[in-house]
């Protein structure tokens, strides 16, 4: 199909429009996803996230879904749906952390990351693929880190803008990805519901079908004077447009530097100083393996402590080099978390960022007098190679394997 000519419609995406690489990344199920990653027992049974008999269902599982119960839902209602499933309060807390250390995933892909709500992110990645090689593989990687880092499941969709992106996660779900390729719009949306375009709903959607459009495919047959006699100039022109996939909205990035980050919740919260310390070298670990991966090197350090009362503090300094290796960022981590510490108060979140971010290609770092000719990084390049072979679980320093 070729998109027809519509007066007073924008043109067709421009080239350099064409050449954008956009993901949406869509947690599944998030909260109910966050409350099973600690309560795995009950895991293959239908469970949402709200009262159990007053108030409204904010997330349900997959197995919950299969019964009807749906997010806005009475607890009334989803009750009567299902009486076996379990209801559990919400925690807001716990949610808004797993959000903030997906966030740090993100940001260590791409600094072009707009979170669109607490379980989801659109990124531009146009300029990101180069250490993954392609689009998929970069998809698959986010999915992957999600998973082994926080414990639950994404889907990614992938297009040339956020539109086509977003209905791309919608078809990828539960826990998977879907690339629509430059010039496969149409054959991708023209087969689907017009229920899956952005902002139809209930109301559009009815309007729609009596229009006799059931399909996206009618709706991008349908002439745009129809469509604007029916909704209005801008809506009539907007769904026009988005029947052909078409939309120039930008991402748009939070302000600030990039940088590369991780985030550890704690099972437990501690403050053994010992525990601590290796707390912090398994997100050292974490950001540094992220730099190299990514081509970077980083001068600015960041360690952001959470306490068991929610106080959260952090400091900065700036290194004195470029590095991209562990025992570098662990160090002075360490020195940030002595300035930091609250004597007696336990510790429930450590996180590490690095920002002042060079391409490593680009950098000159010099090497002190009795640096050795191979060391740390060499290892550590070694134990990246590794673990993209066998799995992230494969290696480990031992003193990470015994405390985890």
Known sequence: MTAPSHDGLRPGPSSRARERVIMHVDMDAFYASVELRRRPELVGRPVYVGGERRGV????N???RAFGIAGGMSSAKARRMCPQAVAIPPDFDAYTEVSAGIGAVFESVTGRVEMASIDEAYLDVTGSLRPCGDARALGELLRALVHDEQGITCSVGIGRNKFIAKVASSQAKPDGLVEVPPGGEAAFLHPLAVEQIWGVGESTAGKLHRLGIVTVGDL???PVGTLRRAFGPHQGALLADLAWGRDD??????AGERGVGCQRTLAHDISDPARVRTELLRVCATV???MRRAGVLGRVLTVTIRFADFQTASKSATLSGLTDTTDELHAQAMLLYHRLRASGTPIRRVGVRVQGLVEAGKAYCQPTLDAPERGWREAEVAMDAVRRK?????LERAVLARSD
């Open 249 to 254: 909205r930008r991402v748009i990035a939070r």
């Open 288 to 290: 540094a393996r992220r």
């Open 57 to 60: 269902v904010l997330s349900a």
């Open 390 to 394: 066998f799995g992230p679980q494969c």
């Open 62 to 64: 997959y197995q919950a």
């Open 220 to 222: 991008a047959d349908t």
